[in-house]
């Protein structure tokens, strides 16, 4: 059982930053591919961004491309969601994700692959 907390939402306005963590404070995030998905007031939960175990493959939705950056640090246990240029769209409730695999550059994109989820972290863009 994987437990993960996020952290790091706020209020910002257009254009600044923001970096979003998920940690697993009981357990080692070795092993997983993880996620980062979003769910805005009134609409389904969509993906944003993913990473290999090994942190060598990374992918992003078309929304955010470029502007987000998904990475882990082993060290500390955590993945990151480094998001630049925030418009008023990327507003909503930001979840983590992981999900087990076997080889380490596997990428999870579908939310229904995977298992264990965060409860989530406000982002809301507004000036």
């Known amino acids: 059982q994987i437990h993960l907390v996020e952290s790091g939402g706020g209020l910002v306005q257009p254009g600044k930053s923001l970096r979003l963590s998920c940690t697993g404070p009981?357990?080692?995030?070795?092993?997983?591919?993880m996620g980062w998905f979003r769910q805005a007031p009134g609409k389904e939960r969509e993906f944003v961004a993913a990473?290999?175990?090994?942190?060598?493959?990374?992918h992003y939705a078309d929304s955010v491309k470029d502007r987000f950056t998904i990475s882990r640090d082993s060290a500390s246990n955590t993945i990151y969601l480094q998001m630049n240029s925030l418009m008023p769209e990327d507003t909503a409730v930001y979840y983590c994700?992981?999900?087990?695999?076997?080889?380490?550059?596997?990428?999870?994109?579908?939310?229904?692959?995977?298992?264990?989820w965060g409860q989530g972290t406000q982002v809301t863009v507004s000036s």
């Open positions: 009981k357990r080692t995030l070795t092993r997983y591919a």
């Open positions: 990473i290999s175990w090994s942190g060598g493959n990374t």
């Open positions: 994700a992981a999900e087990e695999v076997l080889r380490t550059s596997v990428l999870v994109t579908v939310e229904s692959e995977y298992d264990y």
